[in-house]
């Protein structure tokens, strides 16, 4: 019998799979599922690329990127900080909102799926479980 432990990544990867191919019809050429992952941690009143970077654990470069990509595709814009013209701030677009939108009801369609297959109450415990897992690595 496989040890559990030596398994754990291919399941949490087949998992990670069935979700990004809920979302993968919602993007548009050249965009993929980690792309939505970035708009989400884009707060209402914007913020920063170094920011942003920070709340999702990435290299202030590889965030910059992403941000690159999502400004070529008007999901997002950079504005200048008032204050500090050097500073430019990360803020969604009208059609960045509005994927993000498609995206999270996507994500709660699969979330119900799942629920349907492994029944309300085991599936309510796996969602505990990974948001207790999970805490540190938000904080």
């Known amino acids: 019998m496989t040890d559990v432990k030596e398994i754990l990544p291919e399941l949490l990867g087949r998992l990670v799979g069935r979700l990004r191919s809920e979302v993968a019809g919602l993007l548009g050429p050249g ?40 400004e070529t595709a008007g999901l997002v814009r950079r504005d200048a900080e008032p204050g500090d013209r050097r500073v430019r701030r990360v803020r969604l677009t009208p059609e960045g909102e509005r994927l993000l939108g498609r995206a999270r009801d996507a994500m709660a369609r699969a979330e119900e799926t799942f629920a349907a297959e492994v029944g309300p109450r085991r599936y309510a415990g796996f969602r505990r479980v990974l948001d207790e897992l999970g805490r540190d690595a938000r904080a």
Do not use: I, N, W, Y
């Not at 709340?55 to 470069?61: A, E, F, H, I, N």
């Open 31 to 70: 965009l993929r599922f980690s792309h939505v992952r970035v708009l989400d941690a884009v707060p209402s009143e914007g913020a920063s690329v170094t920011a942003l970077a920070e709340r999702l654990g990435m290299t202030k470069q590889g965030c910059g990127q992403f941000v690159t990509q999502l």
